[in-house]
C-alpha cells in the first residue's frame, strides 16, 4: 500500500503543478512582444549572441515538447512556441538555448547529467523488467532471484532515478537564470514581459522539483521496507 500511495499522492501534485504550468503559458501566450519577434527568431538571435553557430532551431509537434538535443545539436521548439511572439514563447526558446549555451561552453552538471542518460536509461530497463515479473508472476519472482535481492536491484535502480533527478535540477535552474539575464540585457522583453517570462519559467522548473523530490520519497520508501525486512 505504502508504494501505491506515494504514486497516487506525487500523481495528484504533479498532475496540479503541470496544470498550473499550462495555465501561466496559455496566460502569458496571449500576451504579445513588444519586440514583435518570435521563439525561433529569438533562438537564433541568443544563439548567434553566444557565437554558437552549429545548432539549428527546428519546430517539433506538440504542446510543451520543447528541449535541446546535444547529440545532434538542435533546439527544438514546439510549434506554438516556434512561431509565437510573446512571453511564453520567449521564455522557452530562450532556456532552450541556455542549454545549447551550456553544452558549448561545456558546463559540468551539464556534461555530468549526459553521462547519466545510457546508465538512466539501463536502470529503466532492469526495473520496469522486475515490475512486470512482480505483478503478472509475483509466485516467479523468488526463484528467479530473493525478495531481499530485487529490493535492493530497486534501491539501486532509484538511487540512480533520484541522482539524475536532482543532477537535473541546476542543469534547469541555469539554463533559465542564462535565458532571463540575455533577452532582459538584449531588451528583447520588457520588465512587464520579463516578470511573465520568468513566472513561465519558475513553474516549469517546478515540474522537475516534483519529480525529484517524489524519487526520493520512492527511494526512502523502499530503503526503510528492506530494512524492514531485515528485523
Known amino acids: 500500500m505504502g508504494i501505491w500511495i506515494i504514486i497516487i499522492v506525487f500523481g495528484i501534485i504533479s498532475f496540479a503543478v503541470s496544470s498550473r504550468l499550462k495555465s501561466k503559458f496559455r496566460k502569458y501566450s496571449k500576451?504579445?512582444?513588444?519586440?514583435?519577434?518570435?521563439?525561433?527568431?529569438?533562438a537564433k538571435l541568443m544563439l548567434a549572441d553566444n557565437n554558437i553557430h552549429?545548432?539549428?532551431?527546428?519546430?517539433?509537434?506538440?504542446?510543451?515538447?520543447?528541449?535541446?538535443?546535444?547529440?545532434?545539436?538542435?533546439?527544438?521548439?514546439?510549434?506554438?512556441?516556434?512561431?509565437?511572439r510573446n512571453a511564453a514563447a520567449a521564455a522557452v526558446a530562450s532556456h532552450e538555448c541556455g542549454h545549447a549555451v551550456q553544452h558549448a561552453t561545456a558546463y559540468s552538471m551539464l556534461k555530468f547529467r549526459s553521462a547519466m542518460v545510457p546508465i538512466q536509461n539501463a536502470s529503466a530497463k532492469?526495473?520496469?523488467?522486475?515490475?512486470?515479473?512482480?505483478?503478472?508472476?509475483?509466485?516467479?519472482?523468488?526463484?528467479?532471484?530473493?525478495?531481499?535481492?530485487?529490493?535492493?536491484?530497486?534501491?539501486?535502480?532509484?538511487?540512480i532515478f533520484t541522482l539524475f533527478?536532482?543532477?537535473?535540477?541546476?542543469?534547469?535552474?541555469?539554463?533559465?537564470?542564462?535565458?532571463l539575464a540575455w533577452v532582459e540585457e538584449r531588451g528583447i522583453v520588457t520588465q512587464d514581459e520579463h516578470g511573465m517570462a520568468k513566472d513561465a519559467l519558475k513553474w516549469a522548473a517546478m515540474t522537475y522539483v516534483v519529480a525529484a523530490v517524489g524519487s526520493l520519497v520512492t527511494l526512502l520508501y523502499y530503503v526503510s521496507l528492506f530494512l524492514g525486512s531485515r528485523d
Open 54 to 84: 552549429d545548432v539549428e532551431v527546428i519546430s517539433v509537434q506538440g504542446q510543451l515538447t520543447d528541449h535541446y538535443n546535444p547529440m545532434n545539436k538542435t533546439v527544438n521548439l514546439s510549434e506554438a512556441v516556434y512561431h509565437g
Open 126 to 159: 532492469v526495473i520496469n523488467m522486475i515490475f512486470m515479473v512482480m505483478l503478472f508472476g509475483g509466485l516467479l519472482l523468488p526463484q528467479l532471484i530473493p525478495w531481499n535481492m530485487a529490493i535492493l536491484v530497486i534501491i539501486a535502480c532509484y538511487a
Open 31 to 42: 500576451i504579445p512582444l513588444q519586440k514583435n519577434l518570435s521563439g525561433a527568431e529569438i
Open 165 to 179: 533527478a536532482f543532477v537535473t535540477l541546476p542543469v534547469e535552474f541555469d539554463a533559465s537564470k542564462r535565458a
